[in-house]
């Protein structure tokens, strides 16, 4: 009953014509109205979506700050993680082959003795009749006793025992070379060879089926790039490790043993891991546990700063040994000094690469060595060395690292400065003599 009403009510309403015109006026202008607006929003479309993004990304960029350094944070987080993860995981893989060496040796034994033909009143005849005389000790050798002198590293290329470590470490023919390896175990080792080019030295201790360490690819290293050393530091604290980065590639010193010795090691590794006294012939090992270097010197006074042989120098030295059971060397046969802007405008040279041949401070070190392959190729001291199989020797390619990769009884080419005149010489290269 009540929608019949309703129903009248509007037939009502609708029937008054003032109504109904005003009604449908304002509802056709509404709709015009609209269709206007809408009109403009379209045609405005690009600049009113621009302002809305702008004023989105304003806000959603203000209220994400905290997200965004927590992510920040996160992510280097993260990366720290991974490299921790790296680190540990490689030396865990490597840590088993890398040996300590303790350096024994006879040493005189002393003892302290009273000579009674040598007592004396020290104080003379100051006061005579009185005995003042007091014992004046004497030592003389009593024998000889076995004492460790000395430490070093190295660490395993097979897995029948051949290790690799630095000449320094065991140039002492009459002293015994005591290995330890992870395992706490002592092995006697000898040594297989010393390399007459390089400071490296094979030695060899009995047994089988020890682990030992891949070596990597020391050419593609970048500055930079993270390392880590293992070694007997300080000839105390074995298996020591140390992380860090390559500092520089491609570094030239003059490395001393403490005794007067000293040997010139050019494209040798710079890295700040830290190296120290007993570190020498242990691994530098790149985050895959890969060898890249022999841990070789350090600067006294010093911090961080230690140096490697890059293993690809060595790796012709270690198949020499499991091959012919020494290390057979090509070598040149001359002594030489690098050339350089300086070296040039001093001696009013007319070239400012390549090598110089020229004596040592001695008599005993001549120029060229007499039956060498370049005293056979007709090489003389002051002549310079420019190229060697057209590879021009510059600060990038040392004429010691060129020989090193060739092979013996391989023929090179050597371009000359010969009384200022440039000449090709062909040199057969023959196996240097181990020393």
Do not use: C
Not at 156 to 161: K, P, R
Not at 188 to 206: G, T, Y
Not at 251 to 280: C, F, K, Y
Not at 308 to 319: M, Q, R, T
């Amino acid at each position: 009953m009540q929608e019949v009403n309703i129903i009248k009510f509007f037939k009502k309403v609708f029937a008054n014509k003032d109504f109904a015109s005003i009604f449908f006026t304002n509802l056709l202008s509404l709709l015009i109205i609209i269709l206007i607006g809408f009109s403009l929003v379209w045609y405005y479309r690009a600049n009113v979506f621009g302002y809305f993004a702008k004023e989105y990304l304003r806000e959603a960029q203000n209220g994400n700050n905290d997200e965004k350094a927590t992510a920040e944070k996160i992510i280097e987080k993260q990366l720290i993680f991974s490299q921790d993860s790296f680190v540990i995981d490689a030396v865990k893989k490597t840590n088993p082959a890398v040996i300590s060496i303790i350096i024994s040796q006879q040493v005189p034994k002393y003892e302290a003795y009273i000579d009674p033909n040598q007592q004396q009143n020290p104080f003379g005849d100051l006061f005579p009749g009185f005995n003042f005389n007091i014992p004046q000790y004497q030592y003389r050798q009593n024998g000889t006793e076995k004492k460790e002198i000395g430490g070093g590293s190295g660490f395993f290329v097979s897995s029948d025992g051949l290790i690799v470590t630095n000449k320094h470490v065991v140039d002492q023919k009459n002293a015994e070379y005591t290995v330890f390896t992870n395992d706490g175990k002592k092995h006697i080792a000898k040594v297989i060879a010393r390399d007459p080019v390089l400071d490296i030295a094979l030695i060899k201790i009995e047994g089988s089926g020890f682990p030992y360490l891949a070596l990597g690819d020391s050419d593609p290293l970048q500055v930079g790039q993270s390392v880590i050393a293992i070694g007997n530091a300080l000839g105390e604290f074995r298996n020591t490790v140390s992380v860090g980065v390559i500092s520089g590639l491609a570094r030239s010193i003059t490395a001393g043993d403490g005794s007067g010795n000293a040997e010139i090691l050019d494209h040798v590794i710079q890295t700040d891991a830290a190296i120290n006294p007993g570190n020498s012939g242990g691994p530098l090992l790149n985050l895959r546990g890969e060898v890249i270097g022999v841990n070789v010197a350090i600067v006294q006074g010093s911090q961080n700063i230690g140096f490697a042989l890059p293993v690809n120098s060595v790796k012709g030295a270690i198949e020499s040994v499991k091959q012919t059971g020494k290390i057979v060397r090509p070598y040149l046969g001359i002594r030489y000094v690098t050339v350089n802007a300086e070296m040039k405008d001093k001696n009013n040279l007319t070239v400012d690469y390549g090598v110089l041949v020229k004596a040592g401070a001695t008599a005993s070190e001549l120029a060229v060595a007499p039956g060498s392959p370049a005293d056979k190729a007709g090489i003389v001291e002051n002549d310079i060395i420019l190229e060697v199989d057209g590879v021009k020797l510059d600060d990038k390619a040392s004429l010691s690292s060129i020989i090193r990769e060739k092979t013996i009884g391989q023929v090179i080419n050597l371009k000359i400065l010969h009384r200022g005149a440039e000449k090709n010489v062909s040199v057969t290269l023959e196996a240097a003599k181990d020393n």
